[in-house]
């Protein structure tokens, strides 16, 4: 479905492939964030006498940093700039991970957990948009590569925990992320960032672009699609772990899949466009669903696969359709579609828990009792939480008619052809 319609973009950066790897290693630190401090709850429970309901305190700060970050760095980023963006998040990430390993106890995590999540936002706030503008004529297919390292970041982080986490303290795997935190500052450190030429860097643009109603249902979209995929990974090991398969290995592969499905992204984008790209997504992503819903032993490791190739296209793809069509809602509208996953992701997450409270409850009340009910209540949420992806066929379907038969002029601002480049939405 691609064109071959010549596109006259802004001169895009010499360095740009240089920008493009610091931004990678930003996001490998915060998907790193995720894995390793998961990994070290017990340690910390331990270590301060924390409940479980502290330590789910500790854990939301990281929800509530992020989408304010993006809501705050989108907002300013006509102003500011990405390069100020990304040294706020570096200087975070310092402060965070130090605040971190120096902790005193319950509020001294709670203050490191909310600086390391303001600086993941502030990571996607600056990179998405700055990608978006130094690879004007293949956006989608950039953000699809650099959201390949945040499931590698998890598998990085994993591998580290597993490997090294029996043998060192909890403030040892907190301190490997300074590694790749002072790779990308190196990286970015002297650079000359872009100004923002082929992206729309007006901010009441920004706003009469974000004020539209199909920006307002893609950001509706957004929260589906990423409670899809953090709803069920965030919870993997409560869902998972009587199915006959190690929760641990599955979370592993699904992360592998989804960084290989992103770097390899491009032909699809080409071949099918955007639209189509998030119909087949939510297809695979339902069918996996459903498969682990009722399936056990290794026919588990199958459903999981199928559905990391769904989710594996979702976060990027929604950025680079937002980039690519709606390109008067800006780096504002990049921010807000990200911040609008990520908080769709903290409010269903208590009510995931709930599902698996009252799916226990139902399964007792049936007479299963032990891993029998654990196991029949994780399949059971995770057949509701495919009610997100099934919802979702329908919804893309519409809007893929809908792009099919949309006016590119309704939002290509910068180019009369920039509906017509290959990998876009058109």
Same mark, same amino acid.
């Given at each position: 479905?691609?064109?071959?319609?010549?596109?006259?973009?802004? @001169?895009?950066?010499?360095n740009?492939?240089?920008?493009?790897?610091?931004?990678c290693?930003?996001?490998?630190?915060?998907?790193?964030?995720?894995?390793?401090?998961?990994?070290?709850?017990?340690?910390l429970?331990?270590?301060?006498?924390?409940? @479980?309901a502290?330590?789910?305190?500790?854990?939301?700060?990281?929800f509530y940093?992020?989408?304010?970050?993006?809501?705050?760095?989108g907002?300013?980023?006509?102003?500011v700039?990405?390069?100020?963006?990304?040294?706020l998040?570096?200087?975070?990430?310092?402060?965070?991970?130090?605040?971190?390993?120096?902790a005193?106890?319950?509020?001294?995590?709670?203050?490191?957990?909310f600086?390391?999540?303001?600086?993941?936002?502030?990571?996607e706030?600056a990179?998405?948009?700055?990608?978006?503008?130094?690879?004007?004529?293949?956006?989608?297919?950039m953000l699809?590569?650099?959201?390949?390292?945040?499931?590698?970041g998890?598998?990085?982080g994993?591998? !580290?925990?597993f490997?090294?986490? @029996?043998?060192v303290?909890?403030?040892?795997l !907190?301190a490997?992320?300074?590694i790749?935190t002072?790779?990308y500052?190196?990286?970015?450190?002297?650079q000359?960032?872009?100004?923002?030429?082929?992206?729309?860097?007006?901010t009441?643009e920004?706003?009469k672009? !974000?004020?539209?109603?199909?920006?307002?249902i893609?950001?509706?979209?957004m929260?589906?699609?990423?409670?899809?995929?953090?709803?069920?990974?965030?919870?993997?090991?409560?869902?998972?772990?009587?199915?006959?398969?190690?929760?641990?290995?599955?979370?592993?592969?699904?992360?592998?899949?989804?960084?290989?499905?992103?770097?390899f992204?491009?032909?699809?984008?080409?071949?099918?466009?955007a639209?189509?790209?998030?119909?087949g997504s939510?297809?695979?992503?339902?069918?996996?669903?459903?498969?682990?819903?009722?399936?056990?032993?290794?026919?588990?490791?199958?459903?999981?696969?199928?559905?990391?190739?769904?989710?594996?296209?979702?976060?990027?793809?929604?950025?680079?359709?937002?980039?690519?069509?709606?390109?008067?809602?800006?780096?504002?509208g990049?921010?807000?579609?990200?911040?609008?996953?990520?908080?769709?992701?903290?409010?269903?997450?208590p009510?995931i828990?709930?599902?698996?409270?009252?799916g226990?409850?139902?399964?007792?009340?049936?007479?299963?009792?032990?891993?029998?009910?654990?196991?029949?209540?994780?399949?059971?949420?995770?057949?509701?939480?495919?009610?997100?992806?099934?919802?979702?066929?329908?919804?893309?379907?519409?809007?893929?008619?809908y792009?099919?038969?949309?006016?590119?002029? @309704?939002?290509?601002?910068?180019?009369?052809d920039?509906?017509?480049?290959?990998?876009?939405?058109?």
């Amino acid at each position: 479905m691609s064109t071959t319609a010549t596109k006259t973009f802004a @001169d895009v950066p010499a360095n740009r492939d240089r920008l493009f790897l610091a931004s990678c290693f930003a996001l490998i630190v915060t998907s790193m964030t995720f894995a390793i401090r998961a990994g070290i709850l017990g340690n910390l429970a331990t270590d301060f006498g924390l409940s @479980d309901a502290q330590l789910g305190w500790v854990n939301s700060m990281a929800f509530y940093g992020f989408p304010l970050a993006m809501l705050v760095g989108g907002a300013i980023y006509n102003s500011v700039g990405p390069k100020v963006l990304l040294w706020l998040a570096f200087i975070s990430h310092v402060l965070g991970l130090v605040l971190t390993m120096t902790a005193g106890g319950f509020w001294g995590l709670i203050i490191s957990t909310f600086l390391i999540g303001f600086a993941n936002g502030s990571v996607e706030a600056a990179c998405n948009p700055l990608i978006a503008d130094m690879y004007p004529d293949k956006q989608t297919e950039m953000l699809n590569k650099f959201h390949v390292w945040f499931p590698g970041g998890l598998v990085i982080g994993s591998l !580290i925990a597993f490997f090294i986490g @029996d043998s060192v303290s909890w403030q040892t795997l !907190i301190a490997t992320m300074f590694i790749p935190t002072a790779i990308y500052g190196f990286l970015i450190l002297g650079q000359k960032f872009p100004k923002g030429d082929n992206i729309v860097s007006d901010t009441g643009e920004n706003i009469k672009g !974000i004020l539209t109603p199909l920006f307002i249902i893609m950001a509706l979209i957004m929260t589906m699609t990423a409670t899809t995929e953090f709803g069920a990974t965030q919870w993997v090991e409560r869902i998972l772990g009587n199915a006959g398969a190690n929760a641990m290995i599955l979370l592993a592969m699904t992360a592998g899949i989804m960084a290989a499905g992103r770097y390899f992204a491009g032909p699809l984008i080409h071949s099918f466009n955007a639209a189509g790209v998030l119909i087949g997504s939510a297809v695979l992503a339902c069918i996996g669903l459903f498969m682990l819903s009722m399936v056990t032993g290794p026919m588990v490791y199958v459903g999981t696969a199928i559905f990391a190739l769904g989710i594996c296209y979702f976060w990027p793809t929604m950025l680079g359709f937002t980039a690519e069509n709606l390109p008067k809602s800006g780096a504002f509208g990049l921010s807000l579609i990200g911040g609008a996953g990520m908080l769709g992701a903290g409010i269903w997450n208590p009510i995931i828990g709930g599902w698996i409270d009252s799916g226990r409850e139902t399964a007792i009340a049936a007479g299963l009792s032990g891993d029998a009910a654990e196991l029949a209540t994780g399949q059971a949420t995770l057949g509701n939480i495919a009610i997100f992806p099934g919802i979702l066929i329908f919804v893309f379907i519409g809007l893929y008619f809908y792009m099919k038969n949309r006016t590119p002029a @309704d939002e290509a601002v910068l180019n009369p052809d920039a509906m017509s480049a290959p990998g876009s939405a058109r």
